[in-house]
């Protein structure tokens, strides 16, 4: 985003100033949760799901689309080594000043790491479908698949779109089909005290659809914590390369961890 509206929001926010970021799809309708307010939030505010799934983490860790830092600030309480990106420069200024230690600008698409070099990346706050589709989403975990080590994690979390009955989303949902994209597909962008980013694609997926894409690159779906209604993370294991892609935890010996 040029502009960088939601780093601006961040900063602002830091500051003592509350204006409610906004969130708006392409077919106007706008999110009017406290999103600010779940960004900087503590770890006993966060929903128990996103807790569980934390304690998956392990090894040298890559927090991806961090925003104000929150996950890699608890990690690095917890000792774990921690680089946290996000594409937002301002973002990272607040990251750096909360005192995340290593907090770079880079895009989830184009990542620069050399390969092993983490055990566990992290997707949190919607951020599995931060490469905007499918196809996007494929390449980003084919990337994660040569930058990370041989046993590695993927904590990622989702809204899974079929889980609502609000009319405007299933409207979306029809809308969706009749131009030939996933229902979960949105078209949103950033507005904050009447200046607004530039578009972008965010693709919101099931459990099955995660499962899909992502065992075709050599990611297994583990298990899954469910959240309240549509929220969820998934956990998400690299598949060695002398096992097929596709092996279940059941049948793969790498996957017999207990929770």
């Keep these: 985003m040029s502009r960088d509206i939601f780093g601006k929001a961040l900063m602002e926010y830091c500051k003592g100033d509350k204006t409610p970021l906004m969130i708006r799809r392409d077919d106007g309708y706008v999110e009017k949760e406290r999103f600010l ?12 799901f996103e807790r569980m799934a934390l304690e998956h983490v392990k090894g040298m860790t890559l927090d991806v689309g961090c925003g104000a830092g929150r996950h890699s600030l608890w990690l ?16 990272v200024e607040v990251s750096k000043s909360k005192g995340v230690r290593d907090c770079r600008v880079m895009d989830a698409t184009n990542l620069s ?6 055990d566990t990346i992290l997707l949190m706050g919607n951020n599995f479908g931060v490469a905007g589709n499918a196809e996007g989403a494929k390449r980003m975990f084919e990337k994660f698949y040569q930058i990370t080590s041989k046993n590695a994690v993927v904590i990622a979390t989702s809204r899974d779109p079929a889980v609502t009955d609000n009319p405007e989303h299933l409207k979306y ?8 994209r996933p229902i979960g ?11 607004a980013g530039d578009w972008f694609d965010l693709l919101l997926a099931s459990p099955d659809e995660i499962e899909e894409i992502c065992k075709l690159v050599g990611w297994d779906l583990d298990r899954i914590f ?34």
């Design 113 to 118: 790491f050399p390969p092993n070099s983490f």
């Design 37 to 48: 307010d779940i960004v900087f939030s503590e770890y006993d505010k966060w929903d128990e």
């Design 173 to 180: 949902h029809e809308f969706n089909r009749k131009r030939g």
């Design 76 to 91: 690095q309480e917890k000792g774990f080594e921690v680089v946290a990106v996000d594409v937002s420069p301002l973002a």
């Design 226 to 259: 469910k959240g309240k209604n549509d929220m969820y993370a998934a956990i998400l294991r690299k598949v060695p390369k002398e096992l097929p892609v596709g092996t279940n935890r059941e049948s793969n010996p790498y996957f017999n961890l207990t929770d």
């Design 185 to 195: 597909q949105v078209t949103i962008r950033f507005e904050y005290k009447g200046e």
